[in-house]
Nanobody, 118 residues
Framework: QVQLVESGGGSVQPGGSLGLSCSGRIGSIYALGWYRQAPGKRREFVALITNDKGITYADSVKGRFTISRDNAKNTVFLQMNNLKPEDTAVYYC??????????????WGQGTQVTVSS
């Protein structure tokens, strides 16, 4: 089974930027996505990229977050700009063979904490 490892989380002030990475044997996997879970809330979809570079974003992050993938390096990235306190959450990487934004399928990483606070 594919194992995913996220990195790059941390703390930042509102308006700041962070970049997340997720690595594993994922270069050939069709759909790679990012989800997040804030305290007391359900896990929610953030962004997804397919092997043919189809990209989908949640409305809450459009224009601020950018997802990309490097299949040769088996890595998917999430660049987060203009971060807001409401972006504070544990961010999870997901790999699945089909496109889905429900979070009900695929393999998950262990998560990385992102905290946006002044």
């Amino acid at each position: 089974q594919v194992q995913l490892v996220e990195s790059g989380g941390g703390s930042v002030q509102p308006g700041g930027s962070l970049g997340l990475s997720c690595s594993g044997r994922i270069g050939s996997i069709y759909a790679l996505g990012w989800y997040r879970q804030a305290p007391g809330k359900r896990r929610e979809f953030v962004a997804l990229i397919t092997n043919d570079k189809g990209i989908t974003y949640a409305d809450s992050v459009k224009g601020r977050f950018t997802i990309s993938r490097d299949n040769a390096k088996n890595t998917v990235f999430l660049q987060m700009n203009n971060l807001k306190p409401e972006d504070t959450a544990v961010y999870y990487c997901n790999a699945a063979s089909v496109v889905s934004t429900t979070g009900r399928i695929g393999v998950w990483g262990q998560g990385t904490q992102v905290t946006v606070s002044s």
